[in-house]
């Protein structure tokens, strides 16, 4: 691993996760439960790890304002635009392995 001091690590990690955002954003057909079954996070989870970095910094973000940051609108719109109802086989898998998720 090269060596690289911690400002531009954290700028680094900084434009990666701007990066994911966006792929998520402009994917708009990969629903949150895939992810879940698949890589074990989604969309949420991603928002509530933004509010728990902004929480041990002393800023009140709250869950929505995470969530809004993450979609790039209010949840309940992307919700509406974007998600599909969960196939049984969906559920089944996410029932099988996932982890507690709201």
Same mark, same amino acid.
């Given at each position: 691993?090269?060596?690289?001091?911690?400002?531009?690590?954290?700028? %680094?990690?900084?434009?990666?996760?701007?990066? $994911?955002?966006?792929h998520l954003r402009?994917?708009?057909?990969?629903?949150? +439960? !895939? /992810?879940?079954? %698949?890589?074990?996070?989604?969309?949420?989870? $991603?928002?509530?790890?933004?509010?728990?970095?902004a929480a041990e910094?002393? +800023? !009140? /973000?709250?869950?929505?304002?995470?969530?809004?940051?993450?979609?790039?609108?209010?949840?309940?719109?992307?919700?509406?635009?974007?998600?599909?109802?969960?196939?049984?086989?969906?559920?089944?898998?996410?029932?099988?392995?996932?982890?507690?998720?709201?």
């Amino acid at each position: 691993m090269p060596d690289i001091d911690p400002d531009t690590r954290t700028q %680094l990690e900084a434009a990666a996760f701007r990066t $994911l955002v966006a792929h998520l954003r402009r994917r708009t057909d990969v629903q949150n +439960i !895939d /992810l879940m079954n %698949l890589a074990g996070f989604c969309r949420n989870c $991603l928002s509530n790890w933004y509010q728990d970095a902004a929480a041990e910094r002393g +800023i !009140d /973000l709250s869950r929505p304002e995470a969530r809004e940051i993450v979609y790039g609108m209010p949840y309940d719109e992307w919700k509406r635009l974007h998600q599909t109802e969960a196939t049984p086989e969906q559920a089944a898998a996410f029932a099988a392995k996932a982890p507690a998720h709201d």
